[in-house]
């Protein structure tokens, strides 16, 4: 089993920056892949960006150029740096993990953020 928590949201203006964080603990060496999905209010989830055991990643076309997705060296954190927020960015943003051959199945309880002037 692996706990997932999530920090960093917040309030941002139009053009600024937000780093999310999510702490992973437990069975964290059995993770193939680590993610960031976010769901805005009426939308369903969306994937926004992947990080693999690897260390190779992949994006969104929405996100492209704006946010990047990392780790720290013991693979405990995952990081989502946004940056050029945008008022469509706002969402409930979350953490996500899965192992090899899986679906997402791994999820933190969320943090919010909110862009808007």
């Known amino acids: 089993q692996v706990l997932l928590v999530e920090s960093g949201g917040g309030l941002m203006q139009p053009g600024g920056s937000l780093r999310l964080s999510c702490e992973a603990s437990?069975?964290?060496?059995?993770?193939?892949?680590m993610a960031w999905h976010r769901q805005a209010p009426g939308k369903q989830r969306e994937l926004v960006a992947t990080?693999?055991?690897?260390?190779?990643?992949d994006y969104a076309d929405f996100v492209k150029g704006r946010f990047t997705i990392s780790r720290n060296n013991d693979k405990t954190t995952t990081y989502l740096q946004m940056n050029t927020l945008q008022p469509e960015d706002t969402a409930v943003y979350y953490c996500?993990?899965?192992?090899?051959?899986?679906?997402?199945?791994?999820w933190g309880q969320g943090t919010e953020v909110t862009v808007s002037s």
């Open positions: 996500a993990g899965r192992r090899v051959n899986h679906e997402w199945e791994f």
């Open positions: 990080i693999r055991r690897s260390g190779s990643t």
């Open positions: 437990g069975n964290i060496r059995d993770l193939y892949a």
